[in-house]
Nanobody, 123 residues
Framework: QVQLVESGGGLVQAGGSLRLSCAASGRSFSTYAMGWFRQAPGKEREFVAAINWGGGGTVYAESVKGRFAVSRDNAKNTVYLQMNSLKPEDTAVYYC????????????????WGQGTQVTVSS
């Protein structure tokens, strides 16, 4: 079972940037795809971005494409989400999770959901 701890959220003005981190436990971290998800108040949790096990392949939701970048450091069991040009509609709790590959992780994760990290973008 993969366990995850997210960090790096905060309050930022529109147009600003934040970098989220997700520390994962488990010796199999480097074999999994990793993804970021978010949940805004009153909405369902949605997919944001994912990266394959080796870091050479990524996929993004249309709403963040060109503004967000996902990366990973397998030596540190950590995945990152660099968020630029933030908009008020990016306000949400952000979570990470693991999946078998970057296609299936959009709808099927294999880790336990952590507490997430709050991102608030003011206008």
């Amino acid at each position: 079972q993969v366990q995850l701890v997210e960090s790096g959220g905060g309050l930022v003005q529109a147009g600003g940037s934040l970098r989220l981190s997700c520390a994962a436990s488990g010796r199999s971290f480097s074999t999994y795809a990793m993804g970021w998800f978010r949940q805004a108040p009153g909405k369902e949790r949605e997919f944001v971005a994912a990266i394959n096990w080796g870091g050479g392949g990524t996929v993004y939701a249309e709403s963040v494409k060109g503004r967000f970048a996902v990366s990973r450091d397998n030596a540190k069991n950590t995945v990152y989400l660099q968020m630029n040009s933030l908009k008020p509609e990016d306000t949400a709790v952000y979570y990470c999770n693991a999946g078998m590959n970057i296609r299936t992780i959009v709808t099927s994760v294999i880790g336990s959901w952590g507490q997430g990290t709050q991102v608030t973008v003011s206008s």
